[in-house]
Nanobody
Framework: QVQLVESGGGLVQAGGSLRLSCAAS????????MGWFRQAPGKERESVAT????????YYADSAKGRFTISRDNAENTVWLQLNSLKPEDTAVYYC?????????????????WGQGTQVTVSS
């Protein structure tokens, strides 16, 4: 069992930055792949970034490449998503999730545990 709590969201102007954190509890945190997803009003949830159990592999959605960075520290049971050069279209609720597999995956179906989400709002 893994519990996930996101934080770090907020209101920022276009071009600004935010750092989202995902604090995990549960003795299996060091093993699962982790991912960040987002859902904007009226849209489906989409994958943003994912990282393997040891941080050795990462994948990003095209919309996130070059602007967002996912990282993790298993000793701190934390995953981060650094958001830079934010755009109004990045506005969404951002969710952290733990996969049932140790590798990085953008496949929603592979994710078993989800946090409650943190709101990111980017003003133009």
């Amino acid at each position: 069992q893994v519990q996930l709590v996101e934080s770090g969201g907020g209101l920022v102007q276009a071009g600004g930055s935010l750092r989202l954190s995902c604090a995990a509890s549960g003795r299996t945190f060091s093993t699962p792949g982790m991912g960040w997803f987002r859902q904007a009003p009226g849209k489906e949830r989409e994958s943003v970034a994912t990282i393997s159990w040891n941080g050795g592999s990462t994948y990003y959605a095209d919309s996130a490449k070059g602007r967002f960075t996912i990282s993790r520290d298993n000793a701190e049971n934390t995953v981060w998503l650094q958001l830079n050069s934010l755009k109004p279209e990045d506005t969404a609720v951002y969710y952290c999730a733990a996969a049932s597999v140790p590798w990085a995956t953008m496949d929603h179906a592979r994710y078993t545990y989800w946090g409650q989400g943190t709101q990111v709002t980017v003003s133009s």
